[in-house]
């Protein structure tokens, strides 16, 4: 028994040597959850940053080791955001391009009784590759619509079988699940970093691209109609600008034409 402990104490060394060289080396360390994350689609998502980051999910308590070892204060308040269920990354991306990274490399997930659905989802028309059977009154259940075709189920009407915000019923998870359709994605989700060059720590990341795009084209928007106003030069707003002198020019023209005592007045003078 004795020497059992002893071995189990060395990698355990072991793993807090490694941890400890990797914060030193590496210019980013982000803390990322991994909760209801299946083994085999973590492993998928972890080839994905093959090359781009190193990922480690160590115990908690060996991570807390490693990070007491450190000399830098500020990487020792990063604990506080280690919780049950994480991985650690290291990266020399920066921070916010490695946590950006996480949130593009999703993987579909199938539903599960009790989910709620992200969206609509809705089963397809079509052919299937299920066999009659047990499959129709599944199907049947759901208020979807089939026909047999050379011995294979056909879906002859699109329905949806949960609404955006319900939960998703365990007769509804089942077909999904048999007709391979995978309504979620997950992927590691970014908690909290660390940039070891900067000497700053980023709490509470959140990255959501399409919101962001959103907003700035909203800005945008606002922003070029008035700098228009303003008469700002620039490549966004020239055509704009000469458009709007243009426009001008034929109204002063309009106006001249239709008020000739003032440009006799404007002649005398």
Request: aromatic content about 4%; hydrophobic content about 40%; proline content about 5%.
């Amino acid at each position: 028994m004795a020497k059992k402990s002893t071995h189990v104490s060395n990698i355990k060394k072991e793993t807090v040597k490694e941890l400890t060289n990797l914060f030193k080396e590496k210019r980013t360390l982000l803390i990322a959850s991994i909760k209801n994350i299946p083994a085999s689609q973590f492993q998928e998502i972890t080839k994905k940053l093959r090359g781009k980051a190193i990922v480690k999910v160590p115990k908690k308590n060996l991570i807390f080791r490693a990070l007491e070892s450190s000399e830098d204060e500020k990487l020792k308040k990063i604990k506080e955001q280690i919780k049950e269920n994480v991985a650690v990354l290291f990266s020399d991306m920066d921070c916010f391009e490695l946590a950006a990274e996480l949130v593009r490399n999703k993987s579909p997930a199938k539903a599960k009784a009790g989910q709620e659905a992200p969206e609509d989802i809705e089963i397809p028309a079509g052919p299937t590759e299920l066999v009659p059977g047990p499959a129709i009154s599944e199907l049947g259940a759901l208020g979807i619509q089939i026909q047999i075709d050379k011995g294979k189920i056909n879906i002859k009407e699109p329905k949806i079988i949960a609404k955006k915000g319900e939960k998703i019923s365990s007769g509804a998870a089942d077909i999904m699940s048999k007709l391979d359709i995978k309504p979620f994605t997950i992927n590691l989700v970014p908690l909290a970093a660390y940039d070891n060059n900067e000497k700053k720590l980023y709490l509470d990341i959140q990255i959501d691209r399409e919101k962001t795009m959103e907003e700035l084209r909203k800005a945008f928007g606002k922003a070029l109609p008035f700098a228009v106003e303003i008469g700002y030069v620039c490549k966004d707003t020239i055509s704009f600008l000469i458009q709007k002198a243009g426009r001008h020019g034929e109204a002063i023209e309009k106006l001249m034409n239709q008020t000739p005592e003032v440009n006799s007045v404007l002649e005398n003078k």
